[in-house]
């Protein structure tokens, strides 16, 4: 088998259902299979994944063990040449796996491959691409002196290059080079597992890879908003990525420790006073065949227009000051809705995704929030 698509899933049941739908038209050509692991989930999470993906292999914890821990399991089980760690929130392309897989075959010592990635409103997310957060190269960023590396700036959105860190909500990599690092460190029960693995793939010799000819959309469904809860995880993992792999010695680290309260400080303050503020939209902008009007029980102008009317959109955008665009997948690709969102993000709309044979829409109303579920009955 070619690869393994391993998904940890935790309350996020219709995020779920449309990655997977993804992915499964994704892996149509390719050799693959997918694992979901939930930990212990309290929507239906595991009951639609037996109804509508029965060819998935799912693995229901007992307790919710963490994303490492979760994720080493799904990998265990995991019989491809390639495993991709994937979140749960992402839609993927059609032609994704086959695209990035070409390219992991040609490179003969790779670590990790990435791609780029994008919220729900089109918006790049650099995290994407990064630079290991060494203690001075970090303690530069804190202070505003940092020119770039942290996120590593030298190369463009779309470009393909060499990098130190990825991010884990997308990681494609060889399982026995995943297994020969140690996989995902359990000492992290969230975040921080995704720059530590990073960093022992190139500790070993490899090289790390950013694709960013490939778009995936991550709507942040499940670690969402950099809120005071993230904060607090966030804070956790960097303070045990610094002890793992730098000596607890020397003003570098001595700057690092007072450097990450200082911001933990300076970010408490100012989350614990922004709202998430979600703009509250009346026109839409329907490309589909499903009857919404009917079935959506919200006030919304919607104007419905056929996918041969693309070519129009942006016209009718400014006519009709269009604040909302949905999609129909099945009248459109993944991939050609994921390129819709790109051309269209400088246009200020918002964007939500009708999966095919689905009652739900799924999106982003906000950069700094969860990605939102409408539901149309």
Same mark, same amino acid.
């Given at each position: 088998?070619?690869?393994?698509?391993?998904?940890?899933?935790?309350?996020?049941?219709?995020?779920?259902?449309?990655?997977?739908?993804?992915?499964?038209?994704?892996?149509?050509?390719?050799?693959?299979?997918?694992?979901?692991?939930?930990?212990?989930?309290? *929507?239906?999470?595991?009951?639609?994944?037996?109804?509508?993906?029965?060819?998935?292999?799912?693995?229901?914890?007992?307790?919710?063990?963490?994303?490492?821990?979760?994720?080493?399991?799904?990998?265990?089980?995991?019989?491809?040449?390639?495993?991709?760690?994937?979140?749960?929130?992402?839609?993927?392309?059609?032609?994704?796996?086959?695209?990035?897989?070409?390219?992991?075959?040609?490179?003969?010592?790779?670590?990790?491959? $990435?791609?780029?990635?994008? *919220?729900?409103?089109?918006?790049?997310?650099?995290?994407?691409?990064? $630079?290991?957060?060494?203690?001075?190269?970090?303690?530069?960023?804190?202070?505003?002196?940092?020119?770039? $590396?942290?996120?590593?700036?030298?190369?463009?959105?779309?470009?393909?290059?060499?990098?130190?860190?990825?991010?884990?909500?997308?990681?494609?990599?060889?399982?026995?080079?995943?297994?020969?690092?140690?996989?995902?460190?359990?000492?992290?029960?969230?975040?921080?597992? *995704?720059?530590?693995?990073?960093?022992?793939?190139?500790?070993?010799?490899?090289?790390?890879?950013?694709?960013?000819?490939?778009?995936?959309?991550?709507?942040?469904?499940?670690?969402?908003?950099?809120?005071?809860?993230?904060?607090?995880?966030?804070?956790?993992?960097?303070?045990?990525?610094?002890?793992?792999?730098?000596?607890?010695?020397?003003? *570098?680290?001595?700057?690092?420790?007072?450097?990450?309260?200082?911001?933990?400080?300076?970010?408490?303050?100012?989350?614990?006073?922004?709202?998430?503020?979600?703009?509250?939209?009346?026109?839409?902008?329907?490309?589909?065949?499903?009857?919404?009007?009917?079935?959506?029980?919200?006030?919304?102008?919607?104007?419905?227009?056929?996918?041969?009317?693309?070519?129009?959109?942006?016209?009718?955008?400014?006519?009709?000051?269009?604040?909302?665009?949905?999609?129909?997948?099945?009248?459109?690709?993944?991939?050609?809705?994921?390129?819709?969102?790109?051309?269209?993000?400088?246009?200020?709309?918002?964007?939500?995704?009708?999966?095919?044979?689905?009652?739900?829409?799924?999106?982003?109303?906000?950069?700094?929030?969860?990605?939102?579920?409408?539901?149309?009955?």
């Amino acid at each position: 088998m070619k690869v393994s698509v391993v998904i940890v899933n935790y309350n996020v049941r219709y995020f779920l259902q449309l990655c997977l739908d993804s992915v499964t038209k994704a892996l149509k050509n390719v050799d693959g299979e997918i694992i979901v692991v939930d930990n212990v989930s309290k *929507d239906s999470s595991c009951q639609m994944v037996k109804d509508l993906f029965p060819e998935v292999i799912l693995i229901e914890n007992t307790e919710n063990v963490g994303f490492s821990k979760a994720n080493n399991q799904g990998v265990a089980l995991a019989t491809g040449e390639y495993v991709l760690i994937l979140n749960p929130d992402t839609v993927v392309g059609e032609d994704l796996f086959e695209e990035m897989l070409a390219f992991a075959d040609e490179q003969s010592n790779l670590g990790a491959l $990435g791609v780029r990635l994008v *919220d729900g409103t089109g918006s790049f997310l650099p995290e994407s691409k990064r $630079g290991l957060p060494r203690p001075k190269t970090s303690f530069k960023r804190i202070i505003g002196l940092e020119s770039g $590396g942290y996120y590593s700036n030298y190369l463009t959105k779309d470009g393909v290059g060499k990098v130190e860190v990825l991010v884990g909500a997308f990681m494609l990599l060889k399982k026995e080079r995943y297994l020969e690092v140690g996989g995902f460190d359990e000492d992290y029960f969230m975040y921080g597992e *995704d720059i530590d693995l990073s960093y022992q793939l190139t500790k070993y010799g490899y090289t790390n890879y950013y694709y960013g000819k490939s778009t995936v959309i991550h709507y942040k469904g499940e670690s969402t908003r950099k809120d005071i809860k993230y904060l607090k995880h966030f804070h956790g993992a960097m303070n045990i990525f610094y002890k793992k792999n730098f000596k607890n010695t020397g003003l *570098d680290y001595l700057f690092m420790k007072a450097g990450i309260k200082f911001l933990f400080l300076i970010k408490y303050l100012k989350l614990s006073n922004i709202p998430i503020v979600i703009k509250n939209t009346t026109k839409i902008l329907f490309i589909g065949k499903t009857d919404i009007s009917i079935n959506l029980q919200l006030k919304k102008d919607i104007i419905k227009v056929q996918p041969q009317e693309l070519i129009k959109l942006e016209e009718y955008i400014r006519e009709y000051e269009i604040e909302e665009i949905w999609f129909e997948e099945g009248v459109l690709s993944y991939q050609e809705i994921i390129n819709q969102i790109g051309t269209h993000k400088f246009a200020e709309v918002l964007f939500k995704i009708l999966p095919n044979n689905a009652n739900f829409l799924i999106g982003s109303n906000t950069a700094d929030g969860r990605g939102e579920v409408i539901f149309l009955n």
